[in-house]
């Protein structure tokens, strides 16, 4: 019943923008904390950004604080990430979840999506 789907990702060169999707079913949005997190082969998973969709308070890494931006239209259930001056580190594979609780790193993350590849290259 719960499900997220993603979509955006691709290749892009150094300096590049991409904007992410999160479409959100099966559940009220505003209820819940949503993630980006991303993962690169040989690296753990790192959260990258989380807002909280009732008040649209939100977290970002460091890595990535000031080039990305997430933000949620809880009509259209859906959540972005916009990314900025993308790096070639950047290249990952982007997952959107959804959880409860506030920081994220307090929040229960149990339904993810199925991930969007992006990818940073010249």
């Known amino acids: 019943q719960v499900q997220l789907v993603e979509s955006g990702g691709g290749l892009v060169q150094p300096g590049g923008s991409l904007r992410l999707s999160c479409a959100a079913s099966?559940?009220?949005?505003?209820?819940?904390?949503i993630g980006w997190f991303r993962q690169a082969p040989g690296k753990e998973r790192e959260g990258v950004a989380s807002?909280?969709?009732?008040?649209?308070?939100?977290y970002y890494a460091d890595s990535v604080k000031g080039r990305f931006t997430i933000s949620r239209d809880n009509a259209k259930n859906t959540v972005y990430l916009q990314m900025n001056s993308l790096k070639p580190e950047d290249t990952a594979i982007y997952y959107c979840a959804i959880g409860s609780g506030w920081p994220p790193w307090k929040a229960d993350f149990g339904s993810w999506g199925q991930g969007t590849q992006v990818t940073v290259s010249s």
């Open positions: 099966g559940f009220t949005l505003e209820d819940y904390t």
């Open positions: 807002i909280r969709s009732s008040d649209g308070s939100t």
